[in-house]
Nanobody
Framework: QVQLVESGGGLVQPGGSLRLSCAAS????????MAWYRQAPGKERELVAA???????NYANFVKGRFTISRDNNKNTVYLRMNSLKPEDSAVYYCRYIVPGSGDYWGQGTQVTISS
């Protein structure tokens, strides 16, 4: 059984940085897309960034230039480096793995709070 576990969330001041990690446990192969989503209270879950197996990335406009997504295929891990954080970045951040022929996996979420 595959499980995704996020880590790295927390409380940080505006302008600060955090790095989120998402690691997969269990047997999982050929992960196509690894992505980060976020959901703030009262809002729908939204895509933050995604990275394909070949390294292509795409970002939501609201994080371009501030966030960087990367992946380590040997560790089945995806990262999200978040710089210049703003209060509006506060949300629960979720990772998602898309594995062709296997399924669509989500983590349980990690809370990110930006506040002074």
């Amino acid at each position: 059984q595959v499980q995704l576990v996020e880590s790295g969330g927390g409380l940080v001041q505006p302008g600060g940085s955090l790095r989120l990690s998402c690691a997969a446990s269990g047997s999982i192969f050929s992960i196509d897309t690894m992505a980060w989503y976020r959901q703030a209270p009262g809002k729908e879950r939204e895509l933050v960034a995604a990275i394909r197996s070949g390294g292509n990335t795409n970002y939501a406009n609201f994080v371009k230039g501030r966030f960087t997504i990367s992946r380590d295929n040997n560790k089945n891990t995806v990262y999200l480096r978040m710089n210049s954080l703003k209060p509006e970045d506060s949300a629960v951040y979720y990772c998602r793995y898309i594995v062709p022929g296997s399924g669509d996996y989500w983590g349980q979420g990690t809370q990110v709070t930006i506040s002074s």
